[in-house]
């Protein structure tokens, strides 16, 4: 059963990021608060599906510009409603240097309300979005797309969390 959803309260800029535990790849817990505590931001990805061509994109461009990333201190967590097990070879296969999460029972995707009610017949994945979450859990970036195929402006994400953490 999906949770409850309610499209009409979108996160903005200024709110709390909802809190999360969820399996990565390895099987192990990965709590937002968690690593929000280690001091640095947290650049939260939602990503349709594994092994899709644009996820697959997407993905790669965020693993080839983590360097810029790593210099503002920032962690990289990429949701999708996948399984921890397609993740991980998702993971393996694109050499990808940062944790993937499963929210198979797709609760994460409605506290941040990027439920994609339908693509191709599949129902409630996640759309395709990007928060940067402050070390005192305040959302300080969104940008999200109803359409399943257009690609965050990875150049502004990289500029917004580097400007926030300096």
Not at 8 to 31: C, H, R, S, Y
Not at 77 to 84: C, E, G, K, L, R
Not at 98 to 108: E, Q, R
Request: proline residues 7%; glycine residues 4%.
């Amino acid at each position: 059963m999906m949770p409850v959803w309610d499209p009409t309260m979108p996160l903005k800029i200024g709110d709390q990021a909802p809190n999360f535990e969820l399996l990565d790849t390895d099987l192990k817990k990965v709590n937002l608060y968690d690593v929000l505590g280690r001091g640095q931001y947290v650049v939260l990805l939602f990503f349709p599906g594994a092994f899709t061509s644009v996820c697959t994109k997407e993905l790669c461009t965020f693993r080839d510009s983590m360097f810029k990333l790593e210099k503002a201190k920032a962690n990289v967590i990429a949701v999708s409603v996948d399984t921890p097990f397609s993740l991980k070879a998702f993971k393996e296969q694109n050499k990808l240097n940062f944790t993937l999460a499963s929210d198979f029972n797709k609760t994460v995707i409605a506290d941040y309300d990027v439920v994609l009610p339908s693509l191709l017949g599949l129902r409630y994945l996640a759309k395709r979005a990007v928060y940067i979450i402050s070390p005192d859990h305040t959302i300080k970036y969104v940008w999200y797309s109803d359409d399943p195929g257009k690609e965050p402006p990875y150049d502004e994400v990289v500029k917004t969390v580097n400007e926030l953490a300096h």
